[in-house]
C-alpha cells in the first residue's frame, strides 16, 4: 500500500509537500504514510482516492483494477 501512494504521487509529478498541503497535515507526517512508519487513517484513505481517482482496494493492494467506483 505505502508504494502504491508513493507511485501514484511521483507519477503525477508531485512531491511530499503538496500532497500533504491537499491533505491538511504536515510534509513529515505524510512521509511516514509513504514508508509506512504511521498506518493510514481511513479518512485520509479516503482523500487519497478520491484525490487520485482510484478505489480504496487499490490504494490497500487488494486489486490492479485502479477504477473507482462511486
Known amino acids: 500500500m505505502y508504494q502504491r501512494i508513493r507511485n ?5 509529478d508531485l512531491n511530499q509537500t503538496q500532497v500533504a498541503k491537499m491533505l491538511g497535515m504536515s510534509q513529515t507526517g505524510y512521509s ?4 509506512g512508519e ?6 485520509i484513505l479516503i482523500k487519497l482516492s478520491r484525490f ?3 478505489s480504496i ?12 467506483y462511486k
Open 38 to 43: 504511521n498506518d493510514i487513517p481511513t479518512a
Open 57 to 68: 482496494d487499490y490504494l490497500l493492494g487488494e486489486t490492479d483494477n485502479m477504477k473507482r
Open 32 to 35: 511516514k504514510y509513504e514508508t
Open 8 to 12: 501514484l504521487r511521483e507519477d503525477r
Open 52 to 54: 487520485y481517482g482510484v
